[in-house]
């Protein structure tokens, strides 16, 4: 990709979100019931080729298990309020009726309640007991701490999850997280992110990650860019991520890391676009934010919004749309990409042609910019 002069001795690269794409059809389509959009990572399928986003607005433990029992993996954020607070459901009322000029000092105020460890014990035991797939997330801070409790309590998939993980955190105050060792002593798949770039992704694949997470997600919820000048055009980031899983895939005799586009994912086509650009699966928040079910209560905030020192994130009212399995699997009353979004990836996927995600990688996209 050719480099864009900015002025003497500065260059910029060109690079693409979802909206600047479009994917073409072949020749050939297919009925959509023909389509498959199962997802396996390690030992572990699903029917869905998707995570929810470890953000106390989308997962609860009652919606992990839903989105478990529908063909997805709900990961808890067990840092969040599920794990501080008994009464967590009391604090996310109190959080629904904030007003704007309040909302981010209050909850800065609630968050810093310490994080419990037999909390941690008791809500992986309550997603386990309802036999679905149990997935826990953590930010690299915490992780060396906490993982211990989390690890004993019995999770299957264990996220590490920051607005950027690298597998080179340098720090003269604290011994950073050692990732590389950390993952080998661990007998469960760890996913790591975000990143944006090849090299950032090879560090990680390197570093043992069953799979990495691309972007920084909490698109819709996210003020990053304004707070850090940080962005990630999501197209251009998958497409450059998937080629260092296959140069990785090369490098390692055939060892296959999983690429998970995770942000401005907020409809349909985006997850379609996603994964042609070579995603083999999404995490979403903001979409599952606007079922009735979400313990957000139509509105939706990421970790990122109640950092005591700097927030960079908004709490955002996203309403509701319709029930959980409705915005996952359908049937859709609206027209705007927001119900029924694995039944648009099917019918996306037969549209060109194509019989499963792996295929789907490969279909033809061009820019579409306005």
């Not at 693409?16 to 794409?21: A, G, W």
């Not at 690299?140 to 409790?149: D, G, L, M, N, S």
């Not at 992704?201 to 043992?208: D, E, K, V």
Request: aromatic content about 6%; hydrophobic content about 45%; some cysteine.
């Amino acid at each position: 990709m050719s480099d864009i002069e900015l002025g003497p001795g500065k260059r910029a690269r060109a690079a693409y979100s979802f909206d600047d794409i479009a994917i073409v059809p072949s020749r050939r389509t297919r009925d959509p019931e023909e389509v498959s959009i199962t997802w396996q990572i390690d030992a572990y399928k699903f029917d869905l080729p998707f995570m929810a986003a470890p953000m106390d607005s989308v997962v609860s433990p009652l919606t992990a298990i839903e989105i478990g029992k529908a063909g997805g993996v709900g990961v808890l954020n067990l840092e969040g309020i599920w794990t501080r607070y008994e009464d967590a459901e009391n604090q996310l009322v109190q959080m629904s009726k904030l007003t704007e000029d309040k909302a981010i000092k209050k909850m800065q105020e609630i968050y810093s309640a310490p994080i419990q460890p037999t909390l941690i014990k008791e809500r992986i035991a309550q997603i386990r007991a309802a036999g679905v797939v149990v997935a826990g997330a953590l930010s690299p801070q915490r992780t060396a701490q906490f993982h211990k409790a989390v690890l004993d309590a019995g999770v299957d998939i264990f996220v590490i999850r920051g607005t950027t993980v690298s597998a080179e955190h340098v720090s003269d105050k604290v011994a950073p997280l050692n990732l590389k060792k950390f993952i080998y002593e661990l007998d469960v798949p760890v996913i790591v992110g975000g990143c944006a770039t090849a090299q950032g992704a090879l560090h990680l694949m390197r570093s043992g990650a069953a799979g990495v997470l691309v972007g920084f997600g909490g698109g819709s919820a996210h003020t990053t860019k304004k707070v850090l000048g940080i962005s990630v055009p999501m197209a251009s980031a998958v497409a450059e991520v998937a080629s260092a899983r296959r140069d990785y895939l090369e490098e390692s005799g055939g060892r296959y890391v999983h690429v998970i586009a995770d942000g401005s994912v907020g409809s349909s086509g985006e997850i379609a676009k996603a994964i042609a650009c070579g995603a083999d699966a999404v995490m979403m928040g903001s979409p599952l934010a606007k079922a009735v079910e979400s313990p957000g209560k139509g509105w939706h905030w990421g970790s990122e919004a109640h950092h005591l020192e700097l927030p960079r994130g908004d709490r955002v009212q996203v309403g509701t749309v319709g029930s959980l399995a409705e915005i996952l699997v359908g049937p859709s009353h609206l027209a705007d990409g927001s119900m029924n979004l694995f039944g648009a990836l099917r019918r996306a996927m037969a549209t060109s042609g194509y019989s499963d995600l792996k295929e789907f990688q490969r279909v033809e996209v061009v820019i579409d910019r306005v």
